[in-house]
């Protein structure tokens, strides 16, 4: 341990400069969300509070102390991917005290995570999206006479349509400002994870939702007039919870279990149909915003599955052997 640091430590602030040196640096540097940062925080703090009943503290961790806290973790039953997302906020923190040369060594480093097995993301098949958005539909005409019901009607036709236009976060769309929506509605610029720009075109169909909601976008803004976002609030902007609320309402309305339905399915969507009509891997992967193109080539599994699906379901041979 560094010397500075453990004569801090002896004064019990130790711990908390550290911690708040760690989060400064991520909102700063990585442009880290408010939800990332809270998550952070929880997974750090409870790791700190287990050294604190063991006697120990957060800085002079080592690395028995963290397989003693995934052990524990495992007894309680957590699920390896929780465990796994616990493990790696504290690689993050002690990385960088290493860097910040608080601490000489980072005793995460000899430490192998739970095995995961990455999930096949949900998605919803492209005649159930086309369900989806013709249920938007059928609500504009059937609030026609109402201005405002009129007015949320074609808000969701817009955000639904952009979302499988485009593959947004959720995050992204309903956090999108007005004057990011450039060339006459055909491109979106994006602020992504770490503060990335990127431009996504826009499809006909979104375009033409969008050209119909925005003349209306006022009556959702309530007294804040001056609301810069595009799909505005009385407050600040549409939350991702209500909107995935919106999405839910709407697959009941289409005849598809809820439970199928939420804006992260809708952007799975986006890529698995764009792939499997024949677009390139990389221009999904800058659309999509990852930093990393095996992120991007998890949908390419699910167009393997559903090959294997189509030969086990419908080649003779393969019906014979059953």
């Known amino acids: 341990m560094a010397p500075a640091l453990s004569a801090e430590r002896n004064s019990g602030t130790a711990d908390a400069r550290a911690l708040e040196m760690f989060f400064e640096m991520l909102l700063s540097e990585r442009g880290a969300a408010a939800h ?26 080592d690395g028995a102390d963290i397989r003693a806290h995934l052990s524990e973790l495992a007894e309680r039953g957590m699920a390896p991917r929780t465990a796994a997302r616990r493990l790696s906020a504290l690689r993050q923190f002690y990385r960088f005290l290493q860097s910040e040369d608080l601490r000489p060594d980072d005793p995460c480093a000899a430490i192998e995570g739970p095995r995961l097995d990455r999930p096949l993301p949900k998605v919803l098949s492209e005649d159930q999206v086309a369900m989806l958005l013709a249920a938007a539909r059928a609500r504009v005409a059937d609030a026609a006479g109402s201005p405002r019901r009129h007015a949320d009607a074609l808000r969701l036709v817009a955000l639904a349509e952009l ?45 033409a ?51 199928k339905v939420s804006p992260h399915v809708l952007r799975h969507a986006f890529a698995s149909h764009l792939l499997a009509n024949g677009a390139d891997l990389r221009a999904v992967q800058k659309m999509l915003g990852h930093s990393d193109i095996s992120t991007t080539q998890i949908y390419t599994h699910i167009l393997d599955e559903r090959l294997k699906a189509v030969v086990r379901d419908h080649h003779p041979l393969a019906a014979k052997s059953h």
């Open 209 to 259: 939702a969008l050209a119909e909601y925005l003349p209306l976008r006022a009556l959702h803004m309530g007294k804040n007039e001056s609301s810069k976002w595009l799909f505005a609030s009385r407050d600040s902007h549409l939350t991702r919870h209500r909107f995935a609320q919106m999405l839910k309402t709407l697959a009941i309305e289409a005849n598809i279990p809820p439970d």
């Open 36 to 61: 990332t940062l809270s998550s952070y925080r929880r997974d750090i703090e409870q790791f700190q509070n287990a050294q604190i009943a063991r006697g120990s503290d957060l800085g002079g961790a």
């Open 163 to 207: 979302l499988y236009a485009t593959g947004l976060r959720v995050s992204e769309l309903v956090g999108m400002p007005l004057e990011n929506v450039v060339e006459g509605r055909k491109c979106l610029l994006v602020r992504g994870k770490g503060g990335k720009e990127r431009i996504v075109p826009v499809g006909e169909p979104a375009e």
